[in-house]
């Protein structure tokens, strides 16, 4: 006998996705917050019931009130990780305002946060509670997302609950495997990245300065979901790229899109563009400088000039389009095989944050 198909549901692919890759800025995040279903997402972290309080904030921050008390909430985001620059804002906001509870939500928070947020609760002896959520984005198969926060003081809590060790204060398995440390290559990206992203603070453009990382690529947010502008270390081919980079299922049909008004994208740049729609699920478009000597730190600045530029002149020849892109307008139409691009050079393969 056969067997019988199940009547159970079919399980999709859970993938994690960065929330800079769905929300462009914490202000994004935030209005997207406000709306009733997915405030109630938050609230049911935090085991307390919000609504917002109409009253002005700066971008990155909104107030919220406990119905029950009508007690005041502030709720700050970070799409990256955790800055010290927010807790200081953090701390001023406590003190000017009567607040009964300070929120930071970002996508990742360094061990000595949790302490500093212990500290500033001791303190406080009642009167504010400062909080640190961790937001979390998924994707589940192909098109459903799903978002979950995490209220990290209480996972700490059910760390401890499950080693109790941890709180003795006796030693960690010696077993348990260390972090190594950073190879000479990726302290090297790491410092000329810290120096990117300084330089994107100082001369206060569009593109905003991302978290440093110690791999050969660093990513930044751009328009929507599926978009993501990129800065490539490419020591094996001594080269600088500057990307944009499509993904997702309609990767190819927003870069067909695109590739439609590729003349006036290369006038809008000024730069020699690369066109490439050869990934499964990725699309880039990208511009090179090549033979160079990126170990040489006194050609650093003049390196980093170049990805402030080009970041520049992508963000402002890519957000609008990118914004008003419907990839139905371009799969509605007939099938046809897309011309190929007389320029296409293929990037070679490397990390992409």
């Not at 914490?26 to 109409?54: C, K, M, R």
């Not at 170990?295 to 000039?305: M, V």
């Amino acid at each position: 006998m056969g067997s019988q198909r199940t009547a159970k549901p079919k399980l999709e692919r859970l993938e994690k996705i960065h929330p800079a890759d769905y929300w462009q800025h914490g202000g994004d995040f935030l209005q997207w917050l406000e709306e009733p279903d997915n405030l109630d997402l938050l609230a049911e972290a935090l085991a307390i019931s919000l609504t917002p309080v109409s009253l002005p904030t700066p971008a990155d921050y909104r107030l919220f009130q406990i119905p029950e008390s009508q007690a005041r909430v502030l709720v700050t985001a970070q799409l990256g990780a955790a800055s010290p620059d927010y807790l200081g804002d953090l701390v001023t906001w406590a003190a000017t305002d009567t607040l009964a509870m300070v929120v930071w939500v970002a996508a990742d928070f360094s061990p000595h946060y949790g302490q500093t947020l212990s500290w500033l609760n001791t303190l406080s002896q009642g009167r504010v509670t400062f909080l640190a959520v961790r937001v979390e984005l998924w994707r589940i198969g192909k098109a459903a997302m799903a978002v979950n926060f995490i209220d990290l003081e209480k996972e700490s809590a059910l760390d401890l609950a499950a080693n109790p060790e941890d709180e003795a204060g006796l030693e960690p398995d010696q077993d348990s495997p260390a972090t190594p440390p950073l190879s000479q290559r990726e302290q090297s990206n790491l410092a000329f990245w810290t120096g990117l992203c300084d330089r994107l603070d100082r001369q206060g453009g569009l593109v905003k300065p991302s978290n440093p990382t110690p791999e050969a690529s660093l990513g930044f947010a751009i328009a929507r979901a599926g978009f993501r502008l990129h800065t490539i270390l490419d020591h094996t081919h001594s080269s600088l790229y500057t990307e944009l980079l499509l993904s997702g299922v309609d990767a190819h049909p927003h870069f067909y899109l695109l590739a439609q008004e590729r003349d006036a994208i290369a006038d809008d740049i000024g730069l020699p563009l690369i066109w490439d729609d050869t990934g499964d699920h990725n699309c880039i478009i990208a511009s090179a400088w090549s033979d160079l000597d990126l170990d040489d730190e006194q050609r650093w600045a003049e390196y980093q000039a170049w990805f402030c530029h080009c970041l520049e002149r992508f963000y402002e020849a890519f957000f609008e389009r990118i914004k008003q892109l419907d990839a139905t307008t371009y799969l509605s139409r007939p099938p046809v095989i897309p011309t190929p691009l007389s320029d296409l050079l293929v990037l070679p393969a490397s990390q992409r944050s």
